[in-house]
């Protein structure tokens, strides 16, 4: 078996240019399969661990997934606002732990903007155990304080006590911005690697205190607003938040508390479970996940076509090496193992080179796409499904081999030896 593959390693190296070609063909097919699975368990790892500790989101009666979505991804509108006096009802249950309330709907410079408390920095957990922090500053203290995350600061170039206007809506684009009440930078948070680096945070008050005045969706007309003076010195009192996450004390609490949320006869809520809803949202994305996988699965298959091609065409320039190694006392299964070897040969570098690539861009583009996307891909040990891709490519390419190997094993000394004119 030594003397077959030391024949295979030479063989491919009298044809390097080919072989290189044919093992960057499977690299880039492994490559762009691997890549494909990696971004994927990627992508289900940061939205499973953007949200961590909260056993209920609580807003308005509507669908689960847009619920999660618009409170924790950030993706989408909340569909109503929920009375502030029953939030502080369900805040106020013996089985409740903490709460987070959340007011949406501004936005600043295609940034989202979330009204919150103090609660927010002493409770929220992602990644299981780890909570948002400050590297500048501090929380809002006054009506007008805002704290930013990571990537606003890093995008929009902003420092410590830098005054921001706010924009009424969530688009790009808003057709009226809070000018006559700016907000001062008091705070920046670290890099988390989810939706909260690219987020503004202000205090429910200062949510509040943005809308004064306004009657129906729809602003004050000019000069007959509250100064922002006025809101200062007599802060508005809170009325409605958007949605809030609830801690049980005992997660065996939970289901009958949700329950009963979902229940509640006085005000339309709905109460979801953040585990429970983001399977809903995997399970409407399997369609997409699997026609990744079949686009990458046939590139992989071409690229080992290219090496079948490769192979094949190469035995007519090989015929006289052949019936060499024939003459010499070369068996017809010599040379079958040789062109399996070859095959196999082509294959492992191909996908283990394709592999390694994928590591390494993701080590090098890691820090850039969770700065620009908010995607935190970790660097893991391959998976079961990465490697049985591994074993199955390097399985697929030894069967291709055995094609030009057949051909090969077929031939005649006669065939090779003879002159053809």
Known sequence: MILV??????????RRFASILTIASISLSVALLLGVERVRLGAR??????????????????????????TVFHIGNATNSIPYAAY????????VAWTIPLSLGDSHKGFRVIGTTEDFYRHYHYRRDLQPRLTLGHTPQALFDVVIGSAVAAALGYHLGDRVTLAH??????????????????GVLAATGTPIDRSLFISLEGAEAIHADWGDGAPPLPGRGTLAAELIAHPPKVDEVTAFFVATKARGETLALQRQINETQSVALTAIIPGVTLNELWD????????????????????????LVS?????????????ILRAIGAGPGLIFSLMIFESGLLTLVGAASGACLVYLLLAVGQPVVEAQL????PLQVPSLAEAGYFVAVLGFGVILGAIPAWRAYRSSLCDGLTMRL
């Open 45 to 70: 790892s940061g939205f499973t661990n953007t949200i961590s500790q909260t056993d209920l989101i609580v807003g308005a009666r509507g669908a689960a997934v847009p619920l999660l979505l618009s």
């Open 311 to 323: 192979l094949y065409n190469s035995l007519n320039e090989r015929r006289r090496e052949m019936a």
């Open 284 to 307: 409407l994305l399997v369609y997409a996940e699997n026609a990744l996988r079949l686009v990458s699965t046939a590139v992989v298959f071409v690229g080992l076509l290219g090496m």
């Open 374 to 377: 908010g995607l935190f891909i």
């Open 5 to 14: 593959l030391k024949l295979a390693f030479k063989s491919l190296w009298n």
């Open 88 to 95: 502080a009802a369900i805040k106020a249950r013996p089985e």
């Open 169 to 186: 809506g969530v688009g790009e684009v808003s057709f009226h911005n809070h000018g006559d009440k700016p907000f001062s930078i008091c």
